[in-house]
């Protein structure tokens, strides 16, 4: 059975001890294969070999102490959080302002504390508590345990303090620390939600309606109910609502949204055109192919919420030092209090300096340290289209050295032109119907150069090398000149009942921005070469025009993956870049595979990343991107890590306040966030 993949909605998810939590529970579901769980999104991908009922994943996120819910329950907690941290804010500020009137003789005053205090945490911090009480339940510690455990022991210290000994009270640090907290949250969710703006901004590219044309009319109607096969109508300035080819008419459609091409592409009938994109001054009937959910923005779309749910490699580390973390927090925090009143220190002291000590070694940084930079570094790339398939895809292309490059399609055009025909006027429709069958770029060619062709039986395709069938009785074979045994530079052959039949010279011309964009691969340090199957003269042509110095041409399949085995056994991490079909090998062995996709045609689903439109210069700029999100991970882990182990001893020595340790916990996981966000200049 096909593996079948559910999106679970997940609340109460607050550290990156929460995402290892989850995992863990979902795991141990028979049937469920891979977690995968997001911080950021807060989500988690589960994939199944079975059937699994919803209910029995949603059981297994509530057995851990969270919440699972459906996608259509899911609500936005933002506004309700600015209140609460907004109410709690003012109440810590009240307390604050009452600490001179709070001396050992002003118990009235410390009740009125002692009454905020309890608001506050039976309010707007109660979930904190209720989920450490669920986490020790189900025996698993997290964020909610360490703000839960030392508020909780600074309100029992200053209620004794206030009952039976008349001493200091730290009502107001309870009050500020939750409010903090939630503080910092209100900075993180948006923070969360601008790193997520580009996924965003996908889904809302498509209009709820379309105007289809039926029965002699036309009518506007929700784009859930048009079907493939309608014809609809795109007016001038509209944005377009399905996937389609163009029936008739003519229009510039800006495509830049989708593949960040600025320059409008022009529509004729014939051509395709994209939900999301935006239409230009005239007015074109769409036949319908794909809506809604099959669309390729849905594609897109779909496609980067999978990859931001993806760990880099990177993450191991993260993931490993927070599974341990709390529990060791936790005493680290019991001997701060032990340490403290064995050197004579009072209760109030000794508590105090162990809340800082579990307040300020919350890890919410180290759980978005990763994930942040890689959702914003992929939402960034989607922007200049480059489809980047998740975390460990990042952190690949960060470490490349060499790219390798497919000619055909890739550093040209893709639109060969057929130049020279040696054969005879007779022959050449019985060629044009083989490659009439065929997909081809260079048999496009043939096809268009004869005005056209059909009619062959018995197709047979024979990949890197031709193709052959049966036309009006004969047996004609068109490809490499090699393969039909006939001495030739050119690029396509034929024979006709075994004899030779001529040859065609084709030229297919370079891209416009490839020259330029190859010179910035060499900028960057890069080793390109060229892999194609193509003859040696034509291979080198394009090498001279656009400065590449290795060249390996005539490679079946089967070869091109052999020159990349080589190349990686050298110690060269290798980006491979290609049309994606004939180049299927080499790209799935490569270090990374890009795919090169044009409009629907785009494979979303196929290799490690996706250019989105037909320019090397976005390849570049993702390499660069991968290499900068790599640095802010790393600078990400480094700073979450110091913190900790700064902040850690600073508070167990009785140098850092509890409101203080909180204030830093707080906007820590910030930072880590506005530190990604960096990115999304690049």
Known sequence: MAARQILLPIQGMSCAACVGHVERALLAVDGVQTVRVSLLTNDARVEMDKDVPWETL?????????????????????????RAAGLTLLAGLAAMAAMPFSDHHSTGMKWLQWAAATLVMAGPGRGYYVRAVQGLRHGRMDM????????????????????????????????????LVLVGKVFELRARRQTASALESLVKLQPATAIVLRDGGQSEVPVHEVRAGDLVLLQPGAQVAVDGIVDSGDSSVDESMLTGEPVPVWKTAGTRVSAGTLNGLGALKVRVTATGAATTVSQIARAMREAQATRAPIQQLADK???????????????????????????????ANAVAVLIIACPCAMGLAVPAAVMVATGRAAQFGVLIKGGEALE??????????????????????????????????????????????????????????????AFQAHPGRGAEATVQGRRVRVGRPDWLGVDSAAPISATIDGRPAGVFSVEDPVRPSSKGAIARMRAEALDVAILTGDAEAAAQRVAGETGIGRVFARLLPAEKLERIREMQAGGRKVLMIGDGINDAPALAKADVGMAMATGADIAVEAGDATLLRADLNAAVDAIRLAREAKRVMKSNLFWAFAYNAVGIPVAALGFLNPIVASAAMAFSSVSVLANSLRLRGR
């Not at 819910?69 to 600015?82: M, N, Q, R, S």
């Open 321 to 351: 030092v927070s599974s341990i973390f709390v529990p060791a927090v936790m005493g680290i925090s019991l001997l701060t209090l032990l340490g403290w009143l064995g050197q004579g220190a009072e209760w109030g002291e000794a508590v």
């Open 144 to 179: 909610s345990t360490l703000i839960a455990v030392g508020t909780g022991a600074a309100y029992l210290y200053s209620l004794a303090a206030t009952v039976l000994f008349h001493g200091h009270v730290y009502y107001e640090a309870v009050v500020f620390i939750i409010a």
């Open 396 to 457: 690949r292309l960060a470490d490349i050295d060499t790219v390798v490059l497919d000619k055909t399609g890739t550093i040209t055009e893709g639109r060969p032109v057929v130049t020279e025909f040696s054969g005879t006027p007779e022959d050449l429709p019985l060629i044009a119907a083989v490659e009439a069958m065929s997909e081809h770029p260079l048999a496009r060619s043939v096809v268009t150069y004869a005005g056209g062709g059909g009619g062959a039986t």
């Open 58 to 82: 949603a059981k297994a996120v509530d057995g851990a102490g969270y919440e699972a819910a459906a996608a259509v329950e899911w609500k936005d907690e933002y506004p309700g959080l600015v």
